[in-house]
Nanobody, 113 residues
Framework: QVQLVESGGGLVQAGGSLRLSCAAS????????MDWYRQFPGKQRALVAW?????STNYADSVKGRFTISRDKNTVYLQMNSLKTEDTAVYYC?????????WGQGTQVTVSS
């Protein structure tokens, strides 16, 4: 069983930065791949970035060059720079453990023009 808790969301002006954190806990003390998704109002959750157990990182084209995913033990981070109004969404961290997906509660990111 895994619990994920996001933090770091908030209101920022366009061009600004935010750093999201996701802390994992539960019956395990290490996990494999960790992901960040985001969900716009009325839309399906979309994959933003992910980091593998080996440390390799991948990004959606829409955030490439602006966002950076990293991890430290059981915490994953999403550094978001050069934020745009279209980045406004609820951001969720996610992992899969023994075939079961786990989601955080989500953290709101709002980018104003």
């Amino acid at each position: 069983q895994v619990q994920l808790v996001e933090s770091g969301g908030g209101l920022v002006q366009a061009g600004g930065s935010l750093r999201l954190s996701c802390a994992a806990s539960g019956s395990i003390f290490s996990i494999n791949d960790m992901d960040w998704y985001r969900q716009f109002p009325g839309k399906q959750r979309a994959l933003v970035a992910w980091i593998t157990s080996g440390g390799s990182t991948n990004y959606a084209d829409s955030v490439k060059g602006r966002f950076t995913i990293s991890r430290d033990k059981n915490t994953v981070y999403l550094q978001m720079n050069s934020l745009k109004t279209e980045d406004t969404a609820v951001y969720y961290c996610h992992t899969k453990h023994i075939g079961v997906g786990y989601w955080g509660q989500g953290t709101q990111v709002t980018v104003s023009s």
